[in-house]
């Protein structure tokens, strides 16, 4: 239903009498909720019903053996028919069984999905509008990473002191796990999501992306899963970190069957948000603009789903035979019954290390965008940014088995993946002179946007130097399962890639909102989270260094001190985070009304007013030129046509 | 017009506080809701001295354990609590004993057995002279094929917590041999040794009894007050 | 958009000068050689935090650290200090946005050519400098048992259980230790293996890890060469008790390890010979 005429009157009376929205019009979250509760409770008592305890003669050796199995199938089953009845309730099924019967959506319907005259309802619906979905997954990662967070104050204060009975083993292991997985799924979809969807299509001169629905799909696929995912610490919770590591995470209680439902769920939401992104990246850019004319922004969005969609489907097909493990009893992750776990581990850490650039490449593309508005300079040499973006890309499927190396898996394929895991240091590093080169002899305005990029710039230092020491074989021996890999990569995905997604959310505020996001409270928020992160992490390094292990309980009265100190650190996070949580609040309530164009900036989404018409543009824009032509000498007009 | 302004800033500032108040809040919500629930202490009980490793006489302390092959005796409640089919010991499995002395463990172990993966815990560690009492009789290593299961108990060792490492077979118990109480008759292990400074140990047992699940290792393998439990030397 | 070298528009006080005479990359300079010098003296303090060495092996590591801080110094140094004079001389303080544009070069050739070469460069001296570490360090590479003067190498089948080790010597007799015994100044070999989930076989001090995996062995050495008693840990998150799956690693001299050796192996097995009524 992408509408790409150049030219479009809204609101045009379609010939067909009824109101817009037939039977979507009656589906929103309480139907989908109504719904996910009355598939959930059917699957599970067919389940229970189907799904029964064999009777076994002459097993001496496990009588109750199979009951672990029965209640993993009775379990999945019921996650299953959640998701399923949810989708069904929020309406999402509507479109395709429509199609089928012959019966496709009318003009009026088309307009009501994209929640042309619903106010606030439309956010509580399968709106298809890339602006509401933009705010929904705004929302969302908003949740996840409060949850988040919530859950490492919880591991934090555990860790306050070295024999802490606070929480106990199995709620500690738990919640590490929970916190790993909801902030994994919550960095995936921070800047893709809420920019990627809102700010993208405009940015490119569209006035949808390619395919609405699906756009709607893979939001509501992630809202379907959250429930799921936080009863995980209720049924028993999960012995694993997030990387569910196998034979391990067979043992566990049912609460492991929640993290690989949520995880299948979001591989199918993440493959369907990758292939419209792509797809509108590639079809639908405006006229005139050329891949040279492109925004950077675009680039790394497009980067990061392109990487994504041949990860994410090994993580869930790692998975699926976890899965299968525990539900059905296979063996494809026990040795004993000629398995392996280090089946488990490459096909996770195939996802895994592409998944980190997955996280990392949209928040910094996002602060590439928005740092020639704040030095009022052309981006750095462009060309050099696109290839260092392609070639992290590129390398970054040739690395995973650096998180193996002391696995025991391939010693001999260590020296490889060392020198492609430190090849990737030389296009990292050629993003930091585009940012370098972008601030050289610039105006530099040091609104928070711009100071989220000298924030990013101090932490990414840290969190790439300390990459390098860690791709080092010999050091990764002392190194691996140390506090010292935790402390590295929450400098990276946090330090970097949280630091430019808030500083991205501070830039686009205005256009989303159509308030100022006020820096001044916001200042203060920002600032306390990054000093608070510093001492939080630097203080881990230093347990990491002195041999403190990852993910334990308990620890060596020796670490005591550095715990105490990166407690605090976090506790000083928490404060800023809630500093900042009230400035987006506050703000977005009662916030200075925004013009257009505050920041004078030259992409595209700058142009249109705000708040921004239904179909973002009245008449799609014609470009003539880069968005980047601050202080260029030659007057060519910025971009073509009309307003 | 000024003064309207401060009353702006002071509600702001107000709301601030409000969000971060309530943002602790609900932290600390979440803390109370999935803090560890105290679990029912065990505390030894000191009856005279004996023989330290050094000569000198040192505190007796006395603590006893039951093992069961299900949770139907009432430790965990009326009906068995949430997983009546699971192994455990008991009545506690929380234990605290003093520091610097002898303390002896007596374990009535009613739970039938198999044959254990790794003979190392079919041997006795860790107690005084690495011997122990079975049924009377002493013994310092059981058949690898009739174990039922162990108590095992180890913690971090550092400077300020010395490392101790204590493992006790616990032979299984004749099935068919059915006493008054609906299982079968226990064997009556008992053993002891000597605890150093103040530190918190861990104990579980290494006999892998829970059924069904890898390595047979989970269910009341992996939960506390089933068949781990800690240890606390005062 | 053209491919144009720096521009010289609106205010150039860099009018005619070299690239190095300019003010702005003196200064920057200047801040980068203090910030370096900094660097570089405290490039020792990784390995510091690393604590005490007990092998051959954790004094490359240490040594490693000590060298990879002082290679990414500079590179830190420099961003840091860019980003230093920038705030110092390229502020624009105002709350509209700045009125007029900064030059507007896109690029510069040389600076991206000589950033992506010496970024080669650093990558590859740490990649040979990796290399012949691995090479140096049994254990992370080729597995060549060495002999040393104290004696011939020993072996050691170290299990990991969920949430003990223990450790069996073949050698002498199959005796088992839940402490790890070493005689000092001979090369140990570990072979490990777990019987039920994956653990990580870590002796902190030496440098020393590889995962414990069920149904494989990993092999791997080390060269101990000091006495003392270190620590043992599980580096891969295996269940319950995983933070308290530590044991200790105690080097002793070949006659305190032969007293042991001789104490362990005098186990004489003492009660019950059969099942009472097996399943």
Not at chain 1, 203 to 231: E, H, K, Q, T
Not at chain 1, 318 to 347: H, I, K, P
Not at chain 1, 482 to 498: I, K, Q
Not at chain 3, 3 to 22: F, N, V, Y
Request: proline share 6%; net charge negative; charged share 10%.
């Amino acid at each position: 239903m992408a509408i790409q005429t150049q030219e479009h009157t809204s609101g045009s009376a379609p010939s067909n009498a009824r109101a817009g929205g037939a039977l979507m019009s009656r589906m929103n979250l309480v139907t989908a909720i109504i719904g996910g509760l009355i598939v959930m409770f059917a699957a599970h008592y067919l389940a229970a019903a189907f799904f029964v305890m064999p009777v076994l003669e002459g097993d001496a050796e496990n009588p109750s053996g199979l009951g672990w199995l029965i209640d993993n199938r009775i379990t999945l089953t019921t996650m299953f028919g959640w998701v399923l009845g949810f989708m069904l309730g929020i309406g999402a099924f509507n479109g395709p069984v429509r199609w089928v019967l012959g019966k496709d959506l009318t003009d009026a319907d088309s307009l009501f999905l994209a929640g042309k005259d619903q106010g606030v309802g439309r956010y509580f619906r399968f709106t298809t509008d890339h602006k509401v979905v933009g705010i929904q997954y705004l929302i969302i990662t908003m949740t996840l990473l409060g949850v988040g967070g919530t859950v490492a104050m919880m591991i934090r204060t555990n860790l306050m002191t070295p024999h802490s009975a606070f929480l106990g083993p199995t709620t500690y292991n738990t919640f590490v796990g929970m916190h790993g997985i909801i902030m994994i799924i919550a960095t995936i979809i921070m800047v893709t999501g809420p920019f990627g969807n809102f700010i993208l299509p405009i940015m490119i001169g569209a006035r949808d992306m390619a395919f609405p629905r699906l756009n709607a799909l893979s939001f509501w696929l992630i809202a379907s899963v959250v429930p799921v995912l936080l009863s995980v610490p209720f049924l028993g919770g999960m012995p694993t970190g997030w990387t569910a590591y196998n034979p391990l995470a067979s043992q566990g209680p049912v609460g492991m069957d929640g993290f690989i439902v949520t995880i299948i769920v979001f591989a199918v939401s993440s493959a369907v948000a990758g292939a419209n992104i792509t797809t509108t990246a590639v079809k639908m850019r405006t006229r005139g603009m050329t891949w040279t004319r492109t925004p950077i922004f675009v680039y790394g969005v497009v980067a990061s789903v392109g990487l994504a969609i041949p990860a994410f489907p090994t993580f869930m097909a790692a998975q699926v035979l976890s899965g299968l493990d525990r539900g059905v009893g296979t063996s494809f992750y026990t040795a004993e019954d000629g398995g392996s776990g280090w089946l488990y581990a490459n096909l996770f850490w195939l996802m895994g290390h592409p998944e980190v650039y997955v996280i990392l490449i949209p928040a910094v593309a996002a602060l590439l965008e928005l740092t020639p508005v704040f030095t009022r300079k052309p981006l750095f040499s462009f060309k050099a940014a696109v290839i260092a973006i392609a070639g992290i890309v590129g390398l970054s499927v040739l690395v995973w088995a650096h998180h193996m190396y002391i696995s025991g898996w391939a010693p001999k394929l260590g020296g490889p993946f060392m020198l492609t895991t430190e090849m990737i240091s030389i296009p990292t590093g050629l993003l930091f002179l585009v940012f370098i080169g972008t601030m050289w002899r610039g105006r530099i305005w040091t609104r928070l946007p711009m100071m989220a990029v000298y924030a990013m710039l101090w932490n990414f230092v840290i969190g790439g130097v300390t990459g390098v020491y860690l791709s080092d074989i010999p050091v990764d021996e002392a190194m691996h399962g140390s506090m010292f890999v935790t402390a590295h990569f929450h400098y990276t995905l946090m330090g970097v890639a949280l630091t430019g997604t808030m500083g991205a959310l501070v830039f686009w505020f205005s256009k989303m909102t159509g308030r100022m996001f006020n820096e001044r409270i916001g200042f203060w928020g920002f600032w306390i989270v990054q000093i608070g992160f510093n001492v939080t992490f630097l203080g881990m390094f230093m347990v990491g260094f002195a041999g403190q292990p990852r993910r334990v309980f308990n620890y060596s009265e020796m670490f005591a001190n550095g715990n105490f100190v990166s407690t605090m650190g976090a506790y000083t996070i928490f404060i800023g985070m809630l500093i900042f949580l009230y400035t987006i609040i506050s703000s977005w309530r009662g916030g200075e009304i925004a013009s257009a164009n505050p920041w004078n900036a030259k992409t595209l989404e700058w142009q249109v007013p705000t708040p921004v018409p239904l179909e973002n543009f009245d008449v799609l824009p014609i470009i003539t030129s880069d968005p980047y032509g601050y202080g260029r000498p030659t007057s060519e007009p910025k971009e073509g046509a009309s307003r | 017009m000024a003064l309207q302004k401060v009353g702006v800033r002071m509600r702001r500032l107000a709301f601030l506080l409000i969000t971060v108040i309530a943002g602790v809040g609900v932290v600390f919500g979440v803390g109370a809701y999935f803090a560890q629930s105290a679990p029912a202490v065990q505390a030894a009980e000191v009856k005279g001295t004996a023989p330290g490793p050094n000569g000198t006489e040192v505190p007796h302390a006395f603590i006893s354990m039951e093992s069961y092959p299900d949770s139907m005796q009432g430790f965990h409640g009326a009906d068995g609590g949430a997983h009546p089919d699971w192994v455990t010991f008991g009545p506690q499995t929380s234990f605290e004993v003093p520091a610097n002395s002898l303390v002896t463990v007596t374990v009535t172990q009613y739970d039938g057995g198999e044959t254990i993966t790794n003979s190392y815990f079919a041997k006795v560690h860790g107690t005084v002279d690495n011997m122990a009492t079975l049924n009377g009789e002493p013994f310092n290593e059981i058949p690898a094929d009739a174990v039922g299961h162990t108590f095992t108990l180890r913690g971090i060792p550092s400077p300020s917590q010395p490392a101790l490492f204590v493992s006790v077979p616990l032979l299984m118990a004749n099935e068919e041999n059915v006493g008054d109480n609906g299982y079968p008759v226990p064997n009556i292990v008992t053993f002891s040794f000597y605890t150093g400074g103040p530190g918190l140990y861990f104990w579980n047992c290494e006999f892998p009894c829970g059924d069904g699940t890898l390595a047979n290792f989970g269910g009341p393998m992996s939960s506390l007050g089933y068949m781990a439990g800690t240890f606390t030397v005062k | 958009m053209a491919d144009t070298a720096l521009h010289e528009t609106q205010e150039s006080p860099a009018a005619g000068k070299r690239w190095w005479q300019r003010p702005e990359v003196r200064a920057i300079f200047i801040i980068w050689l203090i910030l370096t010098i900094i660097g570089e003296a405290l490039a020792w303090v990784p390995a510091w935090l690393m604590g005490t060495s007990a092998s051959e092996q954790m004094d490359e590591i240490k040594q490693t650290m000590t060298a990879f801080t002082a290679f990414a110094a500079p590179v830190a140094t420099l961003v840091w200090a860019a980003m230093i004079y920038s705030l110092a001389k390229w502020r624009y303080k105002g709350d509209t946005p700045p009125p007029d544009d900064a030059p507007g070069f896109t690029t510069n050739t040389p600076s991206i050519m000589l950033w992506v070469i010496a970024s080669g460069v650093l990558t590859m001296i740490v990649f040979i400098w990796g290399l012949l570490k691995i090479a140096a360090i049994p254990a992370a590479g080729a597995l060549a048992l060495t002999s040393t003067n104290a004696g011939p190498p020993i072996e050691i089948q170290v299990t990991g259980n969920q949430w003990v080790w223990n450790f069996t010597y073949p050698e002498l007799g199959n005796i088992q230790s839940d402490v790890l015994y070493l005689p000092v100044d001979r090369t140990a070999v570990f072979n490990v293996t777990s019987v039920d989930v994956i653990h990580s076989f870590w002796i902190v001090e030496m440098g020393v890890k590889v995962d414990a995996n069920p149904g494989e062995i990993a092999k791997t050495q080390v060269l101990s060469h000091s006495l003392g008693t270190y620590d043992v840990r599980c580096a891969e998150l295996c269940g319950l008790f995983h933070g308290a799956m530590e044991t200790q690693a105690k080097v002793v001299t070949q006659a305190e390890f032969d007293a042991w050796a001789a104490d362990e192996g005098a186990f004489v097995p003492v009660g019950p010979v059969a099942a009472e009524g097996g399943e």
